[in-house]
Structure formats: structure tokens, C-alpha cells
């Protein structure tokens, strides 16, 4: 109840009685509390990849009465009436990735703040994974491609592979394995049969897309191939090694390469066996240390237990040979055709002459970088070597090349200077050579003459045949006329006698 009273000075005053205890403790009066809503599914929570594979229904309640409302991604809201505590069905969740915003309205028409809550669906599978094909890839397995598949949802998760040897329909009990990328190596059992093969495409709310099939011919009733390359060698410690190169077999697969020896003519007899994945075999057998002649033969086992025909006989070899050679402008040492033990190595030393450079290496007909040494190691085979040089090009300014001489000579005794400018005529004389004597403390000019062109390539070699007439310490320098200027080399230092 409001009392009004008036005041002596004539103003009116306002006195409130709200007898708060009375209030509180009259009955059928409470503090008013806005409604809270409740937003359900069924089934009650996702798979755990955070998606439903089925729509779940979505049912509200409200703890009073008044309105129900609600608006998915924030589109126009639908209301309907609420009674305190029954649930009221809202229908499936929509597919694909949504927000729902649930609030109710109480009689007082009081608002509570929306609740919200993400719900993701995904029901339907990823498309089927096209083009299966499969390859038999030689000494591996089966190798399985395909395009692919599209899931617009929640996206493709992975693919699973089943194989079987009856062929559709697959069980879960066929799957072999499974991969995020679109191929997949297979190296099945020994088989000599059909094999059967299909995928299919999982996405990431747990749906499986249709099977891809494909029966795959994988008879194998062709032996593997021979081993090739066969070659045998008195290794290191008195035993032999033996080596090849790696064999092919268009069926399922080699498993293993078997090895016979043969000692002094006798029979052949299987000495090991070694993984398809190696191709040298070392015999440590002490027989060898007394045996005169050792051959050896190899055979291709595949997965299924054929065999090649034998590769060899391949005698063992205690030594080689290796031949070097050269080109002119330098020197290999050692030269010529040399005999290297078995297991052993073979150093070789590249040497250009003066004023030439190292061009090129050949090692058995191959092309390697050019160095100035080459060594084989554990020599198995015979091999070649074969060396070029070419001309120090002096530099395109025009400056001529350092003079070559040699570093001691005897005076009064000829001897060529040489060395190398850009182009010029055959037979003109661009180039003089300076000699220097080192004289009371100084160089001295005492001879110039001039060099002869010759070789009208890319560039020119200068030389000219001379002598000094003293002996002492003396020093040469090129000097070559470039337009109205000259250009000088370095100088070679050399002594007299």
C-alpha cells in the first residue's frame, strides 16, 4: 500500500510500504525467474567423430509454461505453446553442419537467453571409388589405383581394401588394409590362382560408400626369369663372392635366389639360399683355399616355388684386368693393360701437361667427373679407363697466358718459351717475350724477341726457341699489343747454369 501524507512546507511526500517479509511470506507469491529451456537428441550424442551418420530427432522442454522457440542458423523462428516440463518434437536435424537456438517465454513474458547447441549430419555415403585397377609390380605384390571418391558433407575419411579368392560378395572378414591416398600395395600369399579385389570409401561421419569390384587374373604358371650378370671372385679372405643382377617375374613375385657351386669339375650342388631383395652372395666354405677351379651357377625361386632355368656357369676369377689410356695434353700412370687381384684396389693418377687442363674421364665407357685421380675398389671385374685434356684458354681481354719454360736450363742452350693468346693469323708474330736478369740487386731487361702464332682456333698458341746468353736468375714475360694498348702476362722464373 502507498500512504500520501502532506508536509508542513506543502510538498507531497511519497512513502512506499512495501513490507518485503509480508510480501514474501503471503502465499501465492514468488520472485519471478524466466524460464530455462532444454534442447534433447536421439539417439543422445554423436559418433565419435563428432557427426551423426542418422538425422537424430530434436524434441525442447521447458521448465513453465508459456512458448517454445527456436531457428536454425539463424533463420525466422518458430514458436509453439510450451507446458512446463513436456517435451515437444521439433523433428530431425537437418544434414550437414547447423546451429540450433532454442529460448522460451514464460506467461510473464519473461525471455531467457537462447541456448545453443551444433548438431552435424551426415547420412549419406561418399561416391563410389572409380576406375579400379590393379598392376602386378615385378619381385612386390599388387598394386591398386583408383579415382577419388567425393563425399560434399563431412568429406572422405579413407578408403578400405578387400581381397579375397572367391570373388563378390566381400565380407568385413576380406578387408586387408586401409589408406587415406588413392593406391595401395598389396603383397597377397602365394597363390597360383585369381585373386578378387574391391574398395570402398569411408567418410568421416562412419558411412561406407558402395563397393568398387574388380577380379583380377593372377594366375601364375610362368617360371622367373635367370638371374643376369653373373660373376664369381676369389674374395679378400680366401672365400669367393658372388653376384648378379636382380631377376624378374611377371607373376606374383620372386621370393629368393638359390646358389650351386662346383669344385674342380665336380658336380653342382646348392651351397645357400639369399632374400629377393639381395643379389651377392659370399661362399666362406674352407673347401675353396685347396680347390683349383670353382664355378658357381644361379637360380630365380618365385613366391610360388617355380624356378628359372640356372644362370651360369661363371668360373671364380682370382684376378683382372684394367686398362688406362689417355688423349694428348697429359699423361695416366699407371698406363696401359695391368693385372689387380680379386677384392683388391687400383688407384689411378691424371695428370695434364703444362698449359692443359683435365677435360674428361671415362670409366668403362661412362662418363665420371674429371679428376685428377680415380681408384676402383674391391675390384669384381675387368675394367677401363680412358682420360682427355684440353689448352688452358688465356683470358678474352687479350692478356696473353703465363710463358711456359722450363724452371732450370743452360745458358747458351736453346729451349721454347710458349703460351696461348685469343685468335690471330696463323704465322704473324703479335706476341714478344720479354727476359729479365736479376742483376746487382734489380731485373734487367736483356733479350726481347718476338713469338710466332701457329693452331688458329678459338685461340692461338705463341712459341718461339731461344736461349739466354748468362748464366744467373732470370724471369720471361708475354707481352701482346691489344689496339693501341699492351697486355702482359705473369712471369716464369728460371734459372741458368
Known sequence: MARWTRTRSGSIALALCLALATITAAPGLA??????????TDPTSPESSGWYSIAPLVTLSSTQNGSLNWSW????????????GVAQLIGPAPEGEHTLSAWSINAAAETETPVIRSIRVDSSAPS???????????DVGVRLTWTASEDLVSGVRDYAVYRNTSGPPFSPSDLIGRTASTSYLDVPPAFAGEY?????????????????????????????????????????GGGAGVDW????????????????????????????????????????DPALGSAITVDYRVMTVDRVGQVSPPAGPVRMRTSFTVTSSCGPGGSVSP??????????????????????????????????????????????????????????????????STP?????????????TFGYVIKHTSGTYPVTL???????GHWVLRKSISARVSGVQSFSRYSRSTSVPTAGRWRVRARHKVGRRYRYSPYRYLSAR
Open 31 to 40: 520472485a519471478a525467474v524466466a524460464p530455462t529451456t532444454t534442447i534433447a
Open 335 to 400: 698406363y696401359g693393360t695391368g693385372t689387380v687381384l680379386s677384392d683388391s684396389d687400383q688407384t689411378f693418377s691424371i695428370t695434364p701437361d703444362e698449359g692443359y687442363r683435365v677435360a674428361g674421364v671415362l670409366v668403362d665407357g661412362v662418363a665420371v667427373p674429371a679428376t685428377a685421380s680415380y681408384a676402383f675398389a674391391n675390384v669384381r671385374a675387368d675394367h677401363t679407363i680412358h682420360a682427355t685434356f684440353s689448352l688452358i684458354p688465356p683470358a678474352s681481354s687479350g692478356t696473353p
Open 73 to 84: 542458423d539463424g533463420g525466422e523462428a518458430v514458436t509453439v505453446p510450451a507446458v512446463a
Open 196 to 236: 578378387s579385389y574391391a574398395v570402398s570409401s569411408w567418410d568421416v561421419a562412419g558411412n561406407e560408400s558402395a563397393l568398387s569390384e574388380l577380379v583380377l587374373g593372377f594366375s601364375d604358371f610362368t617360371p622367373p626369369s635367370a638371374p643376369t650378370g653373373l660373376r664369381a671372385w676369389r674374395s679378400v
Open 404 to 416: 711456359f719454360a722450363p724452371s732450370s736450363v743452360r745458358h747458351g742452350r736453346s729451349f721454347t
Open 128 to 138: 563410389q571409388p572409380g576406375s579400379l585397377d590393379a598392376t602386378v609390380t615385378l
Open 434 to 440: 720479354q727476359f729479365y736478369r736479376y742483376q746487382s
Open 245 to 284: 643382377a636382380f631377376a624378374a617375374d611377371v607373376g606374383i613375385g620372386v621370393s629368393r635366389y638359390d646358389v650351386l657351386r662346383s669344385i674342380d669339375g665336380g658336380g653342382f650342388t646348392a651351397v645357400g639360399s639369399i632374400g629377393r631383395s639381395e643379389n651377392l652372395f659370399m661362399d666362406t
